[in-house]
Protein backbone atom coordinates (compact mmCIF):
# COMPACT_ATOMS: atom_id res chain seq x y z
CA UNK A 1 0.00 0.00 0.00
CA UNK A 2 1.39 3.56 -1.14
CA UNK A 3 0.63 7.09 -1.78
CA UNK A 4 0.45 7.67 -5.30
CA UNK A 5 3.62 10.19 -6.53
CA UNK A 6 4.00 12.28 -9.60
CA UNK A 7 6.63 12.33 -11.53
CA UNK A 8 8.69 14.88 -10.07
CA UNK A 9 8.65 12.53 -7.13
CA UNK A 10 6.26 14.78 -5.23
CA UNK A 11 3.34 13.23 -3.16
CA UNK A 12 0.10 13.48 -4.45
CA UNK A 13 -2.55 11.70 -2.75
CA UNK A 14 -2.63 8.48 -0.11
CA UNK A 15 -4.56 5.10 -1.24
CA UNK A 16 -7.91 5.55 -0.76
CA UNK A 17 -9.14 2.75 0.82
CA UNK A 18 -12.45 1.18 1.12
CA UNK A 19 -13.17 -1.57 4.76
CA UNK A 20 -15.25 -3.93 4.35
CA UNK A 21 -16.03 -7.04 6.62
CA UNK A 22 -18.65 -9.78 8.38
CA UNK A 23 -19.48 -9.31 12.05
CA UNK A 24 -19.58 -13.03 12.90
CA UNK A 25 -20.62 -14.49 16.21
CA UNK A 26 -18.01 -13.69 18.88
CA UNK A 27 -15.37 -11.90 17.03
CA UNK A 28 -16.25 -8.48 18.90
CA UNK A 29 -17.41 -7.62 21.65
CA UNK A 30 -20.78 -5.74 22.29
CA UNK A 31 -19.24 -2.09 22.59
CA UNK A 32 -16.26 -2.31 19.69
CA UNK A 33 -16.70 -0.65 16.17
CA UNK A 34 -15.98 -3.96 14.24
CA UNK A 35 -13.78 -2.55 11.95
CA UNK A 36 -11.42 0.10 14.31
CA UNK A 37 -8.39 -2.39 14.02
CA UNK A 38 -8.29 -2.83 10.34
CA UNK A 39 -9.05 1.12 10.27
CA UNK A 40 -5.81 1.21 12.37
CA UNK A 41 -3.87 -1.46 10.21
CA UNK A 42 -4.59 0.77 7.02
CA UNK A 43 -3.54 3.53 8.86
CA UNK A 44 -0.50 2.30 10.03
CA UNK A 45 0.12 0.90 5.99
CA UNK A 46 -0.10 4.68 4.88
CA UNK A 47 -3.76 4.04 3.45
CA UNK A 48 -6.25 7.08 3.32
CA UNK A 49 -10.00 5.37 4.57
CA UNK A 50 -12.75 6.68 2.66
CA UNK A 51 -15.55 4.12 3.49
CA UNK A 52 -16.77 1.04 5.31
CA UNK A 53 -19.30 -1.41 5.26
CA UNK A 54 -20.05 -4.52 7.13
CA UNK A 55 -22.92 -7.28 7.36
CA UNK A 56 -23.41 -9.54 10.06
CA UNK A 57 -23.17 -12.95 9.03
CA UNK A 58 -23.11 -16.73 10.95
CA UNK A 59 -19.72 -16.82 8.62
CA UNK A 60 -18.32 -15.51 5.66
CA UNK A 61 -20.07 -16.53 2.51
CA UNK A 62 -17.84 -19.23 0.55
CA UNK A 63 -17.40 -17.70 -3.00
CA UNK A 64 -18.38 -13.81 -2.33
CA UNK A 65 -17.43 -13.34 1.32
CA UNK A 66 -20.70 -11.16 1.74
CA UNK A 67 -24.29 -12.04 0.54
CA UNK A 68 -25.02 -10.89 -2.82
CA UNK A 69 -27.04 -7.96 -2.18
CA UNK A 70 -24.18 -6.59 0.57
CA UNK A 71 -21.77 -7.13 -2.29
CA UNK A 72 -23.36 -4.83 -4.85
CA UNK A 73 -24.00 -2.15 -2.24
CA UNK A 74 -20.60 -2.35 -1.47
CA UNK A 75 -19.41 -2.01 -5.50
CA UNK A 76 -21.69 1.32 -5.45
CA UNK A 77 -20.32 2.91 -2.26
CA UNK A 78 -16.77 2.09 -3.87
CA UNK A 79 -17.93 4.14 -7.14
CA UNK A 80 -19.47 6.90 -4.87
CA UNK A 81 -16.34 7.18 -2.80
CA UNK A 82 -13.50 6.79 -6.04
CA UNK A 83 -11.91 4.42 -3.65
CA UNK A 84 -8.88 2.79 -5.52
CA UNK A 85 -8.74 -0.56 -2.91
CA UNK A 86 -11.15 -2.48 -0.90
CA UNK A 87 -9.78 -3.74 2.26
CA UNK A 88 -11.30 -6.96 3.31
CA UNK A 89 -10.88 -7.34 7.52
CA UNK A 90 -10.49 -11.45 6.54
CA UNK A 91 -8.17 -13.57 4.92
CA UNK A 92 -9.80 -13.80 1.18
CA UNK A 93 -9.76 -17.45 -0.78
CA UNK A 94 -8.78 -17.28 -4.17
CA UNK A 95 -13.09 -17.80 -5.13
CA UNK A 96 -13.80 -14.32 -2.42
CA UNK A 97 -11.27 -12.29 -3.64
CA UNK A 98 -11.84 -12.35 -7.83
CA UNK A 99 -15.76 -12.59 -6.94
CA UNK A 100 -15.28 -8.87 -4.81
CA UNK A 101 -12.76 -7.69 -7.43
CA UNK A 102 -15.58 -8.52 -10.27
CA UNK A 103 -18.14 -6.39 -8.47
CA UNK A 104 -16.20 -3.29 -7.18
CA UNK A 105 -13.55 -3.15 -10.36
CA UNK A 106 -10.84 -2.23 -8.27
CA UNK A 107 -7.94 -3.97 -6.25
CA UNK A 108 -8.93 -6.09 -3.58
CA UNK A 109 -6.34 -7.32 -0.36
CA UNK A 110 -7.27 -8.48 2.38
CA UNK A 111 -6.65 -8.59 6.43
CA UNK A 112 -3.30 -10.50 6.28
CA UNK A 113 -1.76 -8.60 2.95
CA UNK A 114 -2.31 -4.99 4.52
CA UNK A 115 -0.50 -6.85 7.75
CA UNK A 116 2.29 -8.07 5.37
CA UNK A 117 2.91 -4.32 3.78
CA UNK A 118 3.89 -2.91 7.42
CA UNK A 119 5.91 -5.84 7.77
CA UNK A 120 7.20 -5.57 5.16
CA UNK A 121 8.12 -1.50 5.51
CA UNK A 122 9.16 -1.77 9.03
CA UNK A 123 11.55 -4.86 8.78
CA UNK A 124 15.05 -3.37 9.35
CA UNK A 125 17.64 -6.10 10.24
CA UNK A 126 18.78 -9.08 8.04
CA UNK A 127 16.72 -11.66 10.20
CA UNK A 128 13.49 -9.46 10.01
CA UNK A 129 13.84 -9.36 6.27
CA UNK A 130 14.13 -13.03 6.07
CA UNK A 131 11.03 -13.38 8.37
CA UNK A 132 8.84 -10.86 6.35
CA UNK A 133 9.71 -12.71 2.93
CA UNK A 134 9.18 -16.36 4.00
CA UNK A 135 5.61 -15.09 5.16
CA UNK A 136 5.25 -13.16 2.10
CA UNK A 137 5.70 -16.24 -0.04
CA UNK A 138 4.05 -18.90 2.12
CA UNK A 139 0.61 -16.42 1.98
CA UNK A 140 1.42 -16.15 -2.05
CA UNK A 141 1.42 -20.12 -2.68
CA UNK A 142 -1.66 -20.73 -2.56
CA UNK A 143 -3.11 -17.77 -4.09
CA UNK A 144 -0.89 -17.99 -7.13
CA UNK A 145 -3.61 -18.76 -9.46
CA UNK A 146 -4.89 -14.62 -9.78
CA UNK A 147 -1.62 -13.82 -8.96
CA UNK A 148 0.40 -15.44 -11.78
CA UNK A 149 3.28 -14.04 -10.88
CA UNK A 150 6.62 -15.49 -12.23
CA UNK A 151 9.13 -15.34 -9.54
CA UNK A 152 12.10 -16.36 -12.11
CA UNK A 153 13.08 -17.43 -15.53
CA UNK A 154 13.16 -21.37 -16.08
CA UNK A 155 16.72 -22.56 -16.88
CA UNK A 156 16.95 -25.45 -19.66
CA UNK A 157 18.13 -28.58 -18.84
CA UNK A 158 17.12 -31.82 -17.93
CA UNK A 159 14.70 -31.66 -14.62
CA UNK A 160 13.35 -28.48 -15.22
CA UNK A 161 10.05 -29.33 -16.71
CA UNK A 162 7.64 -32.35 -15.67
CA UNK A 163 5.56 -34.10 -18.53
CA UNK A 164 2.91 -31.45 -19.11
CA UNK A 165 3.86 -29.09 -16.37
CA UNK A 166 1.91 -25.70 -16.44
CA UNK A 167 3.49 -22.52 -16.17
CA UNK A 168 1.77 -22.33 -12.53
CA UNK A 169 2.88 -25.91 -11.39
CA UNK A 170 6.36 -24.32 -12.45
CA UNK A 171 5.84 -21.29 -10.10
CA UNK A 172 4.83 -23.07 -7.10
CA UNK A 173 7.60 -25.38 -7.55
CA UNK A 174 9.70 -22.48 -7.79
CA UNK A 175 7.92 -20.75 -4.38
CA UNK A 176 8.58 -23.91 -2.79
CA UNK A 177 11.78 -23.72 -3.44
CA UNK A 178 12.63 -20.38 -2.17
CA UNK A 179 10.41 -21.21 0.85
CA UNK A 180 12.49 -24.14 2.02
CA UNK A 181 15.62 -21.73 1.47
CA UNK A 182 14.22 -19.13 3.72
CA UNK A 183 13.16 -21.92 6.21
CA UNK A 184 16.81 -23.62 6.38
CA UNK A 185 18.53 -19.78 6.99
CA UNK A 186 16.09 -18.87 9.96
CA UNK A 187 16.82 -22.45 11.19
CA UNK A 188 20.12 -21.68 11.62
CA UNK A 189 19.71 -18.10 13.00
CA UNK A 190 17.35 -19.19 15.13
CA UNK A 191 19.81 -22.07 16.26
CA UNK A 192 22.53 -19.62 16.93
CA UNK A 193 19.99 -17.31 18.86
CA UNK A 194 19.31 -20.26 20.83
CA UNK A 195 23.15 -20.32 21.94
CA UNK A 196 22.91 -17.40 22.34
CA UNK A 197 20.13 -17.02 25.09
CA UNK A 198 21.55 -20.39 27.02
CA UNK A 199 25.06 -18.64 26.96
CA UNK A 200 23.37 -16.03 29.08
CA UNK A 201 21.24 -18.70 31.06
CA UNK A 202 23.09 -17.44 34.51
CA UNK A 203 21.56 -13.95 33.85
CA UNK A 204 18.21 -13.12 34.98
CA UNK A 205 16.20 -12.36 31.80
CA UNK A 206 12.17 -10.62 31.90
CA UNK A 207 11.16 -10.10 28.28
CA UNK A 208 7.84 -7.43 27.47
CA UNK A 209 5.53 -9.21 25.72
CA UNK A 210 2.06 -8.02 24.56
CA UNK A 211 -0.32 -6.45 21.92
CA UNK A 212 1.02 -4.18 19.37
CA UNK A 213 1.21 -0.20 20.46
CA UNK A 214 0.81 -1.44 24.07
CA UNK A 215 4.08 0.51 24.84
CA UNK A 216 6.20 -1.52 25.53
CA UNK A 217 9.54 -0.08 23.44
CA UNK A 218 8.76 2.97 25.77
CA UNK A 219 8.85 1.16 28.43
CA UNK A 220 12.37 -0.66 27.76
CA UNK A 221 13.10 3.24 27.20
CA UNK A 222 12.02 4.14 30.53
CA UNK A 223 13.98 1.34 32.79
CA UNK A 224 17.03 1.52 30.73
CA UNK A 225 18.05 4.56 28.53
CA UNK A 226 17.56 1.94 25.13
CA UNK A 227 16.98 4.54 22.61
CA UNK A 228 14.63 1.50 21.03
CA UNK A 229 12.18 3.42 17.84
CA UNK A 230 8.77 4.29 19.58
CA UNK A 231 5.86 5.97 17.26
CA UNK A 232 2.27 5.63 17.85
CA UNK A 233 1.82 3.03 15.62
CA UNK A 234 1.01 -0.65 15.03
CA UNK A 235 4.19 -2.77 14.41
CA UNK A 236 6.76 0.05 15.20
CA UNK A 237 9.39 -2.71 16.39
CA UNK A 238 9.69 -6.38 14.44
CA UNK A 239 13.09 -7.11 16.08
CA UNK A 240 14.03 -8.04 19.51
CA UNK A 241 16.20 -5.38 21.39
CA UNK A 242 17.62 -6.76 24.35
CA UNK A 243 19.48 -4.28 27.31
CA UNK A 244 20.87 -4.90 30.43
CA UNK A 245 19.18 -3.54 33.31
CA UNK A 246 21.58 -2.92 36.60
CA UNK A 247 18.86 -2.48 39.97
CA UNK A 248 20.87 -1.29 43.44
CA UNK A 249 21.57 -5.06 45.47
CA UNK A 250 20.14 -7.15 42.73
CA UNK A 251 21.59 -9.06 39.69
CA UNK A 252 21.92 -7.89 36.52
CA UNK A 253 18.63 -8.41 34.51
CA UNK A 254 18.26 -8.67 30.97
CA UNK A 255 15.46 -7.31 29.72
CA UNK A 256 13.95 -7.68 26.12
CA UNK A 257 11.48 -6.01 23.88
CA UNK A 258 9.68 -8.07 21.10
CA UNK A 259 7.30 -7.83 17.98
CA UNK A 260 4.12 -6.87 19.24
CA UNK A 261 0.83 -9.63 18.70
CA UNK A 262 -2.50 -8.72 17.41
CA UNK A 263 -5.82 -10.12 16.84
CA UNK A 264 -6.03 -13.41 14.49
CA UNK A 265 -2.19 -12.46 13.64
CA UNK A 266 -1.68 -15.16 10.56
CA UNK A 267 -0.50 -17.99 11.55
CA UNK A 268 2.15 -17.65 8.90
CA UNK A 269 3.48 -14.39 10.56
CA UNK A 270 3.87 -16.20 13.95
CA UNK A 271 5.89 -18.86 12.84
CA UNK A 272 8.21 -16.82 10.85
CA UNK A 273 8.42 -14.69 13.66
CA UNK A 274 9.66 -17.93 15.99
CA UNK A 275 13.49 -17.06 15.97
CA UNK A 276 12.74 -13.60 16.77
CA UNK A 277 10.12 -14.47 20.06
CA UNK A 278 13.28 -16.90 21.33
CA UNK A 279 14.21 -14.76 24.18
CA UNK A 280 10.60 -14.78 25.38
CA UNK A 281 10.63 -18.63 25.12
CA UNK A 282 14.08 -18.55 27.08
CA UNK A 283 13.18 -16.12 29.47
CA UNK A 284 12.55 -16.08 33.05
CA UNK A 285 9.94 -14.15 33.24
CA UNK A 286 7.38 -12.33 30.82
CA UNK A 287 6.09 -8.68 32.00
CA UNK A 288 2.92 -8.86 29.82
CA UNK A 289 2.33 -5.14 28.94
CA UNK A 290 -1.14 -3.73 28.17
CA UNK A 291 -2.52 -0.58 27.02
CA UNK A 292 -4.45 0.66 30.41
CA UNK A 293 -5.89 3.63 28.49
CA UNK A 294 -7.66 1.13 25.70
CA UNK A 295 -11.27 0.02 26.39
CA UNK A 296 -10.40 -3.45 24.37
CA UNK A 297 -7.95 -3.66 27.13
CA UNK A 298 -9.27 -7.22 27.97
CA UNK A 299 -9.84 -8.38 24.35
CA UNK A 300 -6.58 -7.81 23.88
CA UNK A 301 -4.99 -9.73 26.65
CA UNK A 302 -6.97 -12.38 25.84
CA UNK A 303 -5.61 -12.10 22.31
CA UNK A 304 -1.99 -11.95 23.24
CA UNK A 305 -2.18 -15.35 25.93
CA UNK A 306 -4.16 -16.87 23.45
CA UNK A 307 -0.77 -16.39 20.91
CA UNK A 308 1.35 -17.52 24.23
CA UNK A 309 -0.35 -20.51 24.87
CA UNK A 310 0.37 -21.34 20.87
CA UNK A 311 3.98 -20.67 21.21
CA UNK A 312 4.40 -23.26 24.28
CA UNK A 313 4.72 -20.52 26.83
CA UNK A 314 1.25 -20.63 28.75
CA UNK A 315 2.89 -21.78 31.55
CA UNK A 316 5.85 -19.12 31.69
CA UNK A 317 5.72 -17.13 34.96
CA UNK A 318 4.30 -13.43 34.19
CA UNK A 319 3.36 -9.48 35.40
CA UNK A 320 0.82 -7.60 33.87
CA UNK A 321 2.65 -4.69 33.85
CA UNK A 322 -0.68 -2.18 32.76
CA UNK A 323 1.00 1.32 31.02
CA UNK A 324 -0.48 4.33 30.40
CA UNK A 325 -2.05 4.90 33.06
CA UNK A 326 -1.20 8.90 32.64
CA UNK A 327 -3.82 8.66 29.84
CA UNK A 328 -6.53 6.51 31.07
CA UNK A 329 -9.84 8.25 31.73
CA UNK A 330 -11.36 5.97 33.51
CA UNK A 331 -8.83 5.16 36.24
CA UNK A 332 -11.50 2.87 38.27
CA UNK A 333 -12.20 0.91 35.54
CA UNK A 334 -8.04 0.40 34.88
CA UNK A 335 -8.09 -0.75 38.79
CA UNK A 336 -10.69 -2.90 38.73
CA UNK A 337 -9.44 -4.59 35.62
CA UNK A 338 -5.75 -5.02 36.86
CA UNK A 339 -7.14 -6.73 40.07
CA UNK A 340 -7.97 -9.36 38.77
CA UNK A 341 -4.57 -10.39 38.12
CA UNK A 342 -2.50 -11.82 41.06
CA UNK A 343 0.82 -10.00 40.23
CA UNK A 344 0.37 -6.70 38.45
CA UNK A 345 1.35 -3.01 38.72
CA UNK A 346 -0.15 -0.08 36.84
CA UNK A 347 2.55 2.43 35.32
CA UNK A 348 3.43 5.27 33.03
CA UNK A 349 6.21 5.04 31.37
CA UNK A 350 5.69 8.49 30.06
CA UNK A 351 5.04 10.12 33.87
CA UNK A 352 7.10 7.32 35.83
CA UNK A 353 4.10 6.32 37.94
CA UNK A 354 4.61 2.94 39.28
CA UNK A 355 8.19 2.27 38.19
CA UNK A 356 9.84 2.43 41.08
CA UNK A 357 7.29 -0.52 42.21
CA UNK A 358 8.26 -2.34 38.78
CA UNK A 359 12.11 -2.20 39.36
CA UNK A 360 11.33 -3.75 42.97
CA UNK A 361 9.36 -6.61 41.43
CA UNK A 362 12.02 -7.51 38.65
CA UNK A 363 15.19 -7.29 41.56
CA UNK A 364 12.57 -9.59 43.59
CA UNK A 365 12.04 -11.39 40.74
CA UNK A 366 15.67 -11.93 40.13
CA UNK A 367 16.95 -12.99 43.31
CA UNK A 368 14.88 -15.71 43.53
CA UNK A 369 16.80 -18.77 43.76
CA UNK A 370 19.98 -16.63 44.21
CA UNK A 371 22.57 -16.20 46.48
CA UNK A 372 24.42 -13.05 46.87
CA UNK A 373 27.80 -14.15 48.70
CA UNK A 374 31.49 -12.50 49.60
CA UNK A 375 34.20 -15.29 49.40
CA UNK A 376 37.62 -15.16 50.62
CA UNK A 377 40.08 -17.39 49.35
CA UNK A 378 44.10 -17.66 48.47
CA UNK A 379 44.36 -15.73 44.90
CA UNK A 380 46.40 -18.41 44.35
CA UNK A 381 43.68 -20.87 43.71
CA UNK A 382 43.02 -20.41 40.11
CA UNK A 383 40.78 -23.64 40.10
CA UNK A 384 38.18 -21.47 42.42
CA UNK A 385 38.86 -18.69 40.71
CA UNK A 386 38.11 -19.63 37.11
CA UNK A 387 34.57 -22.10 38.78
CA UNK A 388 33.31 -18.51 39.95
CA UNK A 389 33.54 -16.70 37.13
CA UNK A 390 32.24 -19.28 35.09
CA UNK A 391 29.04 -20.38 37.30
CA UNK A 392 28.30 -16.71 38.96
CA UNK A 393 28.19 -13.21 38.39
CA UNK A 394 30.75 -11.55 39.58
CA UNK A 395 30.42 -7.73 41.35
CA UNK A 396 33.33 -7.09 42.70
CA UNK A 397 37.29 -8.03 43.35
CA UNK A 398 39.44 -6.81 45.50
CA UNK A 399 42.87 -8.46 47.18
CA UNK A 400 43.76 -8.45 51.17
CA UNK A 401 47.46 -9.50 50.72
CA UNK A 402 47.52 -13.08 49.06
CA UNK A 403 43.80 -13.75 49.36
CA UNK A 404 41.14 -12.66 46.88
CA UNK A 405 37.57 -11.42 48.00
CA UNK A 406 35.36 -11.59 45.68
CA UNK A 407 31.34 -10.54 45.98
CA UNK A 408 29.66 -12.63 43.07
CA UNK A 409 25.70 -13.91 42.33
CA UNK A 410 25.00 -17.51 42.29
CA UNK A 411 22.16 -20.46 41.32
CA UNK A 412 22.13 -22.27 45.09
CA UNK A 413 23.59 -25.60 42.98
CA UNK A 414 26.00 -23.24 41.51
CA UNK A 415 26.86 -21.57 45.15
CA UNK A 416 27.71 -25.23 46.39
CA UNK A 417 29.87 -26.32 43.98
CA UNK A 418 31.79 -23.18 44.33
CA UNK A 419 32.25 -24.50 48.41
CA UNK A 420 32.58 -27.98 47.92
CA UNK A 421 35.95 -27.39 45.91
CA UNK A 422 38.88 -28.29 47.88
CA UNK A 423 40.82 -25.77 49.68
CA UNK A 424 40.71 -22.78 51.98
CA UNK A 425 37.58 -20.45 51.57
CA UNK A 426 35.60 -18.58 54.20
CA UNK A 427 32.20 -16.84 53.59
CA UNK A 428 32.25 -13.17 54.78
CA UNK A 429 28.79 -12.63 54.04
Known sequence: MAERIDRNGLELQKERCFLAGAIVPGRFSEHEEPLSELA?????????IVGRITQRLERPHSRSYLNKGKLEELATLVNETEADTVVVDDDLSPKQLSAIEAACQRKVIDRSEVILDIFVSRARSHQAKLQVELAQLQYELPRLARKWTHLERLGGGIGTRGPGESQIETDRRIL??????????????????AREVS???????????????????????CLTGAGAYVEDKLFATLDTLTRKLEIENAPPILLSDTVGFIR???????????ATLEEAAQSDLLLHVIDGADQLARRHIESVEQTLRSLGMDEKPRAYIFNKCDVATDRASLEGLASSF????????????????????????AQVGQVTAKLRFPAADGRRFSLINQLGQVRETTYDNADAIITATFEKADFE?????PGMMEVLS
Open 342 to 365: QSRLIVSAHTREGIPELLALLAEK
Open 199 to 221: SRSTVFSACLVGYTNAGKSSLLN
Open 264 to 274: RLPHHLVASFH
Open 40 to 48: ALVDTAGGQ
Open 176 to 193: RRKISFLREKLDEIEARK
Open 417 to 421: RVKKL
